[in-house]
């Protein structure tokens, strides 16, 4: 098996260069990534479909087209031809969608999610679906039915969650961007433990429609990638308006790529948030954010500390309104209509029996331990007091998000408050593992932007550590315009991206070819 | 098992009824309410979907814009405010006509509330109806239960399930307790239920065919000793489908109630099915205001916000009231207060207007209707409307006895021929072999008989005074004992008299 290094190990925004000056081809492009899939995901497990021969026709039909120049080859999207993988929450004709989860085992879609029709449109060759935790209940990956997907810079280390397949995609070079989906962190917080960018848009940026719903109010859709150019790149494809999805927002989308390109904090002010780091927080976490914050000073920057003491109250809020929404956009999954169904062993047949039997084989432990959180939460005489409070609280945030960004443009925290943790590690301690998304949550829980990017590796581990920021709603370019600028001087300080320092994953392994061969049929498995 | 009944005047006598209503109203909008399947009644099932109404993974809803105006139009006609503001909310239950195993409906925040409708009973009397709400929500799926003897889920083998009806966009128009009907209380039920139906008919929001399931009502009753003010415990007759049925049911629930209560025990809070065949109703689910559905406002819709101007704006293009539009109809079709009351009393308004609109004059639509169709539904123990007559039938049935072709009597005949689908009215005439005969010397010799007995009537109509002929045509009748075709005496009279008709 070879691989092609170079092309794999290039940025979208390169490889959009090389294949526009027809250095390379998409065909080349998108085989290299397959290839390097074939190699390493039988480790990583990043994949849970491979989309084979779908991406090599896509990218073939780019290499027609700019074979045959004219104006089709001038409208090209800059990104035609450029590979991505999609978080398996995202629904896609003509690939299987399971959500992670054994309820769906099998289903195809009859129709695209919005985000997948852009993609398409873009014509960028879909490489596969990526693994997550069940439902994208999670923080580790590890609940996905499926199997836990492996950190790529140690694989015995969770790579994040809940879109821990899409981040070790990016972080293992099997693809150069993927899809995410973020209701608490589940793209930010992967980026930060596996060294990758992650982006959550501003609550409405990007469509909904065809993602699967865990908490609606909470959701979103962003880029994954492993510069923040790139992930500026994908945004500006999935994001701006969709009629079928109510909550989307129905302002123009801003030039990301423009904020991407040009980056500028000098004179911008940027706020420590008071409660989001210091005590809970790794120590090594807690370094690489404090050489940030000095690099940033140094680029002429101006640090101001905010507080927002309601965040402290956001982890138990979502922790209502989250599972509450999801104990309501899970019911649709009983085995009648579509998906797994299983039939009760013993005792009468009946339609509630079969949704019974059907949901507690085909749901996880920690999808029910939700939908019996949300369900109780919601139940009548409890509402006011879980469901009610909780989304007083969500207002408390926003009055606090308000108040800090009255002070400064833009917020930074470490965005995890510690490194990856070993693989089973939190499994059996629900509380534990909900407290990875601590510094996430509240720009979900606001609505607000929110970036992650590579701050470097903690003392300690040697592992990655993330770096957050955050921007007022609808001015995600700040996220861009910041984020490009501390990349810069982080990847100048450690001589080159911080993926470089990463474990190579095929050097002297014997199995990777077995691996290869059982992924090149595409199977889930 | 047959529950106990008292007689209805003996009900009366000890209880005071309390009513409570809940129509549901289709809207005719040609999209869903949340999805932009088409909203189409009576196709081949599970076509009319897409991945919304069939609440695939992943979906979203979008609210159509036609319904919420259909809403605020239906709010505003029945007299209630418009709320500024409002938001859809879930209401969860498990069941499979479902698909999302939620029904997006409103909660506490319903688009209209605090309205009234003045309710016009038989005799006269007006009656209010305060309207606590009219909420919107999406219709469920419908599910024919299979191999069971009843027809329900219980005992079935399988049960079809079929989407078309999902997401159909639905107005629910609850009443405020109806205290004071008193032994009125059935007409009263009757007598709401057409003036909703009218209501969102004369708006053209629904298609208002209750046969289709465009109108349906869920009846409330309760009784109470006279002089409590405490309500009793209710009952509410579920899907009750036809205006006749609307009376029944309330009846019948009344009755049921007042022997339940007599024998000392406390009625059952509950849902009754309503069986027209034997105009009874049996148990249904039971209900207790402890049913929690764990409402939650929908997350994935905005809020709707209806401005002032909006409402302003829609309330402008509201159609004539259906009160003024009696009024209107009364003085266009000319006819007495007695006349029209018992028009709008047999429920056959809509179908006279119809008919004139087909090109029957007033005085002929209502000799049909209310002289040949009110009575054969009446024995067929159906809303004339559902007795299958168009008005085209009518006018071509009319047209021929004009014609001389056949007199009223054969055009009876007719009319049963057409109403047991034995074709058009032409086919059973020539099939029948109806045809007056056309042998004009007797009736002329009754004629002559008839001048000469009332000469100043003759000079009348010389005179021009075409009007006056009744008198003649009656006394032809008279001698003839109703054989001859009055159409044909009457062109008669007016040769003889050498007349222009």
């Known amino acids: 098996m070879t691989e092609n290094n170079e092309l794999i190990r290039l940025s979208a925004a390169a490889l959009a260069e090389k294949l526009a000056a027809r250095e390379v081809t998409a065909v080349e492009v998108t085989q290299a990534h397959l290839d390097r899939i074939a190699a390493v995901d039988g480790k990583v497990h990043a994949f849970l479909h491979v989309n084979t021969d779908e991406a090599l026709a896509v990218a073939a039909e780019v290499d027609a087209i700019r074979a045959a120049g004219g104006a089709a080859a001038e409208e090209l999207h800059a990104l035609a031809g450029v590979p991505i993988a999609v978080k398996d929450l995202i629904v896609t004709i003509g690939q299987p969608t399971t959500a992670g989860s054994k309820i769906l085992e099998g289903w195809h879609s009859p129709y695209d999610a919005t985000v997948v029709e852009r993609l398409r449109a873009a014509k960028m060759p879909i490489l596969g679906k990526t693994n997550l935790d069940e439902f994208a209940m999670g923080s580790s990956t590890e609940h996905s039915a499926y199997g836990p997907t492996r950190n790529p810079w140690d694989l015995d280390r969770i790579p994040g969650g809940s879109g821990g397949g899409s981040a070790a995609a990016v972080a293992a070079f099997e693809a150069p961007l993927a899809l995410g989906t973020d209701t608490g962190g589940s793209i930010r917080q992967p980026g930060a433990v596996t060294g990758t960018v992650g982006v959550k848009p501003t609550y409405g940026g990007v469509s909904r429609y065809g993602a699967i719903a865990m908490a609606s109010s909470l959701d979103q ?14 945004h500006q494809v ?92 899970l019911a649709k999954f009983d085995g009648v209509r579509y998906g797994l169904r299983v039939l009760p062993e013993q005792g009468p047949m009946t339609i509630e029996r079969v949704m019974g039997a059907t949901r507690a084989a085909g749901f996880g432990d920690e999808v029910k331990r939700r939908i019996i959180l949300g369900t109780y939460a919601l139940s009548a005489g409890y509402y006011d007091a879980y469901y009610g409070s909780a989304q007083k609280v969500r207002t408390l945030i926003q009055r606090d998000f308000d108040a800090a960004f009255a002070q400064a443009d833009v917020l930074i925290s470490p965005t995890a408050p510690t490194t990856a943790f070993k693989l089973g590690e939190k499994l059996n301690d629900p509380l534990a593992m909900y407290l990875n998304d601590v510094a996430t949550i509240p720009a979900n829980m606001a609505g607000v932007p929110g970036l992650s990017l590579p701050g470097g590796l903690a003392d300690e581990d040697g592992l990655p550590v993330g770096i957050q920021l955050l921007a007022p709603a609808r001015q995600d370019a700040r996220l861009y315009r910041v984020g490009a600028v501390l990349e810069s001087l982080l990847e100048a300080q450690w001589g080159g991206p911080l993926l470089e320092k990463a474990p190579s994953l095929t050097a002297a392994t014997a199995d990777s070819s077995a691996a290869a061969t059982a992924l090149s049929h595409g199977g889930s498995h | 098992m047959t529950d106990a009944t008292l007689s209805f005047e003996e009900a009366m006598e000890k209880y005071d009824p309390v009513l409570g209503f809940e129509v549901h109203v289709e809207l005719n909008t040609k999209t869903k309410m949340f999805s932009s399947a088409p909203n189409v009644f009576g196709d081949e099932p599970n076509t009319n979907v897409n991945e919304v109404d069939l609440g695939m993974p992943g979906v979203l809803p979008v609210v159509n814009k036609t319904a919420i105006e259909s809403s605020i139009k239906i709010g505003l006609a029945l007299n209630c405010k418009i709320a500024e503001k409002c938001r859809f909310a879930r209401k969860n239950y498990f069941y499979p006509d479902t698909p999302k195993n939620f029904q997006t409906s409103q909660y506490d925040e319903p688009i209209a509330y605090d309205g009234y409708l003045d309710i016009e009973l038989s005799d006269g009397t007006i009656f209010r109806v305060e309207i606590e709400r009219a909420h919107m929500e999406e219709d469920a799926g419908k599910l024919t239960h299979m191999g069971g003897a009843t027809g329900r889920i219980q005992g079935a083998e399988y049960s079809l399930v079929d989407y078309n009806r999902s997401g159909v966009p639905l107005v629910e128009i609850v009443t405020k307790p109806i205290e004071g009907a008193g032994s009125r209380a059935p007409e009263l039920a009757k007598a709401y239920v057409a003036a909703v139906r009218e209501i969102v008919k004369n708006l053209g929001v629904s298609d208002a065919k209750m046969e289709r399931g465009n109108v349906r009502c869920d009846a409330n009753v309760s009784l109470r000793p006279h002089g409590r003010e405490r309500f009793g415990i209710r009952s509410e007759t579920k899907n009750v489908n036809s205006l006749r049925a609307v009376e029944h049911a309330v009846r019948y629930e009344i009755q049921r109630h007042a022997a339940v209560l007599d024998s000392g025990e406390p009625v059952t809070q509950e849902t009754r099915h309503w069986h027209e065949d034997t105009r009874t109703t049996t148990s249904g689910r039971a209900k207790s205001d402890a049913d929690d559905y764990r409402y939650f406002p929908e997350p994935d819709l905005v809020p709707i916000t209806a401005s002032r101007e909006w409402v302003e704006e829609l309330r402008a293009t509201l159609p004539e009231p259906p009160a003024a539009r009696r009024k209107r109809l009364q003085a266009d079709w000319g006819y007495s207060e007695l006349e029209f009351r018992d028009v709008v009393n047999a429920g ?7 008919t004139i609109a087909a090109g029957a004059t007033p005085t002929v639509a209502r000799k049909w209707w209310m002289g040949e169709i009110v009575g054969r539904a009446k024995n067929a123990d159906v809303d004339p409307g559902q007795l299958g007559v168009k008005p085209a039938t009518i006018v071509e049935l009319n047209k021929m006895v004009e014609d001389g072709k056949i007199n009223n009597k054969m055009a009876s005949e007719v009319l049963d021929g057409v109403l047991a689908g034995e074709g058009t009215p032409a086919e059973i005439v020539e099939k029948r072999g109806l045809a007056v005969v056309s042998d004009d010397a007797p009736l002329l010799e009754a004629i002559d008989a008839a001048l000469a007995a009332q000469p100043d009537v003759a000079d009348k109509i010389r005179g021009g005074k075409v ?26 009279i007016l040769q003889r008299l050498g007349v222009e008709g």
């Open chain 1, 221 to 234: 859709i962003g880029p994954v990638s492993r510069t923040v150019l790139d992930s500026a790149l994908l």
């Open chain 1, 238 to 329: 999935i994001g701006g308006h969709d009629p079928r999805d109510s909550t989307s927002l129905p302002d123009p989308l801003e030039d990301l790529v423009a904020a991407a390109r040009t980056g500028h904090v000098e004179g911008m002010k940027i706020g420590i948030i008071k409660e989001l780091h210091g005590e809970g927080y790794q120590a090594g976490v807690e370094n690489r954010f404090n050489e940030s914050l000095e690099l940033l000073k140094a680029a002429g920057a101006e640090i101001v500390e905010v507080s927002c003491p309601n965040f402290k109250y956001a982890l138990g809020a979502y922790y209502l309104i989250m599972p509450s929404e999801a104990s309501s956009n």
């Open chain 2, 348 to 354: 056959v308004m809509d179908e006279i207007e119809e």
């Open chain 2, 467 to 492: 009007q006056a002929i009744g008198a003649i045509v009656g006394g032809v009748m008279k001698a003839t004992r109703g054989q001859a075709d009055a159409g044909r005496v009457r062109e008669l």
